[in-house]
């Protein structure tokens, strides 16, 4: 915030940079995620939810993402009020589409959840 604060300050009009400062202390000061809900858009980022299990082998398994366009970018997420909830290796075993993710992992029928940007 200190960096949006300084570059406001030189904004010369005071009633127009205390505005810009509020907003964006709001913004930046009420970030969240949200929960997760698969194939739904984060609280307030640009970015959805997809929660799926791993295959039942170790081969390759796709997952829906119902997006507008081909998602770049998947953050794997732990729930932390899920006792034995954890992390699992994943792998991109081919490119994102406009319709599916197609991931494989050493560890079989896990549940994932992810955070996908588009």
Same mark, same amino acid.
Request: aromatic fraction near 6%; avoid cysteine.
């Given at each position: 915030?200190?960096?949006?604060? %300084? &570059?406001?300050?030189?904004?010369? =009009? /005071?009633?127009?940079?205390?505005?810009?400062? =509020?907003?964006?202390?709001?913004?930046?000061?009420?970030?969240?995620?949200?929960?997760? #809900?698969?194939?739904?858009? /984060?609280?307030?980022?640009?970015?959805?939810?997809?929660?799926?299990?791993? /295959?039942?082998?170790?081969?390759?398994?796709?997952?829906?993402?119902?997006?507008?366009? %081909?998602?770049?970018?998947?953050?794997?997420?732990? #729930?932390?009020? &899920?006792?034995?909830? &954890?992390?699992?290796?994943?792998?991109?075993?081919?490119?994102? =589409? %406009? &319709?599916?993710?197609?991931?494989?992992?050493?560890? %079989?029928?896990?549940?994932?959840?992810?955070?996908?940007?588009?």
């Amino acid at each position: 915030m200190g960096f949006v604060r %300084t &570059k406001l300050g030189a904004i010369s =009009d /005071a009633a127009t940079r205390r505005v810009l400062i =509020d907003v964006f202390e709001h913004v930046l000061g009420n970030l969240r995620i949200g929960e997760p #809900e698969h194939q739904t858009r /984060a609280e307030n980022l640009q970015a959805y939810w997809l929660k799926s299990t791993t /295959a039942s082998d170790t081969g390759e398994f796709s997952i829906a993402h119902g997006l507008p366009s %081909t998602p770049h970018y998947a953050i794997p997420v732990v #729930e932390l009020d &899920k006792p034995g909830a &954890k992390l699992v290796p994943l792998e991109v075993s081919r490119a994102a =589409d %406009t &319709k599916r993710l197609y991931l494989k992992s050493t560890s %079989t029928s896990a549940p994932i959840l992810l955070l996908v940007e588009p």
